[in-house]
């Protein structure tokens, strides 16, 4: 007996009516983006993992799949390699690609390739999918979609507070009650400092990072293995539950950081960015909130995540400034800020909460019923008629019992069921079922068009 066929863990196949969910996702990103001004590009799949390599910090790199060379792989790899078991080097031998992690590290690559055209400041957005090699878990997936935005060549905090309302008015059309909570990576460094632990910046943003995973205790038994006193945890955990409104937070970290020059800068950013976005009024919470961190090395300023409210989730949306990306690849002084929405989380979080539209799910808005040749081609002509104006229709491609053609349209709920018998046909008319409530009409072509255009044209 053949083995029964499947897909990798962390991957996922989409029906017809669960794609027609992910599209209204997708389009209520993609409108959003174009109205605020954000212009599509896409990039490869695989990159140079020369390009991909160290951008993620020490987690993020293993994280990467690597695409074994073409042809003989093995060829340059050396016998005492093996026999080491020297993993990063027969990688760095075997493989010279690997699938994308995100779509920001591609795309700073692509604003250093493309930079002689393209008008600065530059405004992006991306809808495609990535991949990372973690451990399947709920709301955790090997293979999934990013929507990205991104603004490169401005420094200005505008720039923030802009993503900030789209984020508002993107989880405002799909029905989604939010937290948008923010911090600072200059306020993490400035808390750095203060506890005397400068040079752990990275150590300690990695494992705060982790604080809604594993939880406060776990990650300082992390801190101080990675060489933390017990003395600087003790002194960061209060700042990591730090309570109040933003305005008493942003105090209380001004008093804090007094001594810190980076510190007070980061305080002072926060404060512009959530005092712009109060100014423009949001549906949406924001909150500051000093734990966050994002663990990606490549953020240097603002730091953005979001969190639906009444599902248990992972962040669905998230970003910042990264003002040294593009430096790697050779171009300096370019600053960037973006931001990602997780689709495949926000597809979890809307099938839970059910807050679909009812109509995304029916494709076809009419099928006509087929009775034989000389009527079925009739009702082709009709067909041809109803695509032209837009509305989406289909002819049953069998002269079938009646019983199963019937049966297909509720099956895939489609709305109006058109009859095209012999005295239809004699007549050069159409009978419009309404399946919703069995009522029926007889009209012709073109009052066939004119009806169905008017109520579910594309």
């Given at each position: 007996?053949?083995?029964?066929?499947?897909?990798?863990?962390?991957?996922?196949?989409?029906?017809?009516?669960?794609?027609?969910?992910?599209?209204?996702?997708?389009?209520?990103?993609?409108?959003?983006?174009?109205?605020?001004?954000?212009?599509?590009?896409?990039?490869?799949?695989?990159?140079?993992?020369?390009?991909?390599?160290?951008?993620?910090?020490?987690?993020?790199?293993?994280?990467?799949?690597?695409?074994?060379?073409?042809?003989?792989?093995?060829?340059?790899?050396?016998?005492?390699?093996?026999?080491?078991?020297?993993?990063?080097?027969?990688?760095?031998?075997?493989?010279?690609?690997?699938?994308?992690?995100?779509?920001?590290?591609?795309?700073?690559?692509?604003?250093?390739?493309?930079?002689?055209?393209?008008?600065?400041?530059?405004?992006?957005?991306?809808?495609?999918?990535?991949?990372?090699?973690?451990?399947?878990?709920?709301?955790?997936?090997?293979?999934?979609?990013?929507?990205?935005?991104?603004?490169?060549?401005?420094?200005?905090?505008?720039?923030?507070?802009?993503?900030?309302?789209?984020?508002?008015?993107?989880?405002?059309?799909?029905?989604?009650?939010?937290?948008?909570?923010?911090?600072?990576?200059?306020?993490?460094?400035?808390?750095?400092?203060?506890?005397?632990?400068?040079?752990?910046?990275?150590?300690?943003?990695?494992?705060i990072d982790k604080i809604d995973k594993i939880g406060i205790d776990n990650v300082n038994v992390e801190l101080l293995s990675k060489g933390l006193s017990?003395?600087?945890?003790?002194?960061?955990?209060?700042?990591?539950?730090?309570?109040?409104?933003?305005?008493?937070?942003?105090?209380?970290?001004?008093?804090?950081?007094?001594?810190?020059?980076?510190?007070?800068?980061?305080?002072?950013?926060?404060?512009?960015?959530?005092?712009?976005?109060?100014?423009?009024?949001?549906?949406?919470?924001?909150?500051?909130?000093?734990?966050?961190?994002?663990?990606?090395?490549?953020?240097?300023?603002?730091?953005?995540?979001?969190?639906?409210?009444?599902?248990?989730?992972?962040?669905?949306?998230?970003?910042?400034?990264?003002?040294?990306?593009?430096?790697?690849?050779?171009?300096?002084?370019?600053?960037?800020?973006?931001?990602?929405?997780?689709?495949?989380?926000?597809?979890?979080?809307?099938?839970?909460?059910?807050?679909?539209?009812?109509?995304?799910?029916?494709?076809?808005?009419?099928?006509?019923?087929?009775?034989?040749?000389?009527?079925?081609?009739?009702?082709?002509?009709?067909?041809?008629?109803?695509?032209?104006?837009?509305?989406?229709?289909?002819?049953?491609?069998?002269?079938?019992?009646?019983?199963?053609?019937?049966?297909?349209?509720?099956?895939?709920?489609?709305?109006?069921?058109?009859?095209?018998?012999?005295?239809?046909?004699?007549?050069?008319?159409?009978?419009?079922?309404?399946?919703?409530?069995?009522?029926?009409?007889?009209?012709?072509?073109?009052?066939?068009?004119?009806?169905?255009?008017?109520?579910?044209?594309?």
């Open positions: 007996m053949a083995q029964k066929p499947g897909i990798p863990k962390g991957t996922r196949d989409f029906s017809p009516a669960e794609m027609a969910r992910r599209n209204y996702i997708f389009d209520t990103i993609r409108e959003t983006f174009r109205l605020f001004g954000y212009k599509q590009i896409e990039t490869p799949a695989m990159e140079n993992l020369s390009t991909l390599m160290g951008k993620y910090g020490e987690e993020g790199d293993k994280l990467l799949f690597k695409i074994l060379n073409s042809g003989d792989f093995m060829k340059s790899v050396k016998p005492e390699d093996i026999e080491a078991n020297n993993l990063p080097r027969l990688t760095n031998e075997m493989c010279e690609k690997g699938l994308r992690y995100d779509l920001t590290v591609p795309f700073a690559r692509f604003v250093v390739q493309h930079r002689q055209d393209l008008q600065m400041p530059f405004k992006r957005f991306q809808i495609q999918p990535v991949w990372r090699a973690d451990r399947p878990q709920k709301g955790r997936y090997r293979e999934f979609y990013q929507c990205d935005a991104d603004v490169v060549g401005s420094d200005s905090l505008n720039n923030e507070i802009e993503l900030m309302s789209l984020i508002d008015m993107v989880m405002k059309r799909l029905g989604i009650r939010t937290v948008i909570k923010v911090n600072n990576r200059k306020v993490l460094t400035g808390i750095a400092e203060m506890i005397g632990e400068a040079d752990k910046i990275v150590d300690i943003t990695v494992a017990e003395k600087a945890v003790a002194a960061l955990r209060p700042l990591l539950e730090m309570e109040g409104d933003n305005a008493a937070k942003l105090d209380t970290l001004a008093a804090l950081l007094k001594d810190s020059e980076t510190g007070l800068k980061g305080v002072e950013e926060l404060r512009e960015v959530i005092s712009g976005i109060d100014a423009l009024g949001h549906d949406c919470d924001v909150e500051l909130d000093v734990s966050l961190a994002r663990g990606l090395n490549y953020y240097t300023g603002t730091i953005i995540e979001v969190k639906a409210r009444d599902v248990e989730i992972g962040s669905i949306t998230g970003g910042g400034r990264y003002d040294n990306l593009t430096g790697v690849f050779g171009v300096s002084g370019l600053s960037g800020v973006g931001i990602s929405f997780g689709a495949d989380r926000i597809y979890d979080v809307l099938n839970q909460l059910e807050l679909y539209p009812a109509e995304i799910t029916s494709a076809v808005k009419v099928m006509f019923v087929n009775f034989g040749k000389e009527e079925s081609a009739f009702a082709a002509r009709c067909v041809k008629a109803l695509r032209e104006a837009g509305v989406s229709a289909q002819l049953y491609p069998d002269a079938a019992k009646m019983k199963k053609q019937m049966a297909l349209a509720n099956a895939e709920g489609i709305p109006y069921v058109a009859i095209v018998g012999e005295t239809e046909l004699k007549e050069g008319k159409v009978t419009l079922k309404r399946m919703a409530d069995g009522s029926q009409e007889i009209v012709t072509p073109a009052e066939l068009t004119d009806i169905l255009s008017k109520e579910c044209a594309i």
